[in-house]
């Protein structure tokens, strides 16, 4: 476990009441736990991704018939499979948008907490040896004081007692954000934008941790440096997914 991360989380319990992550409004937690970060009344008006959906990429799709979305039938990706857990509109944007951009680091834990719950099972199956979260360029990180993905995974990797390693992968050019750009414009702005630390990674299967997935470029830039490296299987876990991509 990650002391400074489990110790920064205790603090963050004693000098901030818990509070739904879309609302705002307070929650009941168990001291040193957040139980139920969301508020029952957000959980009925938040939409999750439910099935059927994407065998790929793990975006809803409309046609129970239909296997794969549309992005996911026209390219290839290089990661095995992904999930994700809301859909991403209304207070879930606004809500990832507080995170980032309004310093609201409690949020993340909230996100790893019920991906854990949600999807817990599928991970497990899965046989995940490591989480990495995506990262940041070190300047846009120096900007904004944190990670959001390595919040998100490093609660994840606590609850299902995962290795979190955020120091394998290297953003190590500076790219415009990807919600600025259209799809072959994203696919070419994080070609080789990752590097890895190691020379060999050791272990196969590794889950990529993320806020917001879109077409995928982001995760299969991660990928590809993955397995140049040695790893095998790539899986995808992502806060948010988009539509009609």
């Known amino acids: 476990m990650n002391l400074f991360f489990r110790y920064g989380k205790e603090m963050l319990h004693l000098l901030y009441p818990v509070r739904c992550p879309f609302c705002d409004g307070l929650v009941d937690s168990v001291f040193g736990r957040w139980e ?8 009925e008006t938040i939409e999750y991704v439910t099935e059927p959906s994407c ?6 799709l409309e046609d129970e018939r239909t296997e794969y979305c549309g992005d996911c039938t026209r390219k290839e ?3 095995d499979q992904g999930k994700a857990l809301w859909i991403y509109k209304g207070a879930v944007r606004q ?8 310093n609201r680091r409690e949020y993340g834990i909230a996100y790893g907490q019920e991906l854990s719950h949600r999807y817990g099972d599928w991970i497990r199956s899965r046989d995940i040896q490591l989480v990495v979260p995506i990262p940041l360029h070190k300047k846009r990180q ?13 609660e994840l990797g606590e609850r299902l007692h995962l290795p979190v390693c955020s120091d394998l992968l290297i953003r190590w050019r500076h790219t415009r954000p990807q919600k600025e750009l259209n799809d072959k414009e994203r696919k070419n702005n994080l070609k080789k934008a990752f590097k890895i630390a190691r020379n060999h990674v050791q272990l196969e299967h590794i889950l990529l941790v993320d806020d917001i997935y879109t077409t995928g470029s982001t995760m299969d830039g991660a990928a590809e440096v993955l397995r140049e490296a040695g790893a095998s299987r790539i899986y995808c876990m992502n806060v948010s997914i988009g539509r009609g991509y």
């Open 77 to 79: 990706h290089l990661f």
């Open 36 to 43: 139920y970060p969301i508020c029952p009344q957000c959980r």
């Open 55 to 60: 065998k790929k990429c793990g975006k809803p």
């Open 142 to 154: 120096r900007q904004r004081g944190f990670n959001q993905a390595e919040l998100v995974a490093r």
């Open 95 to 102: 809500s990832i948008y507080r995170l980032k951009y309004g």
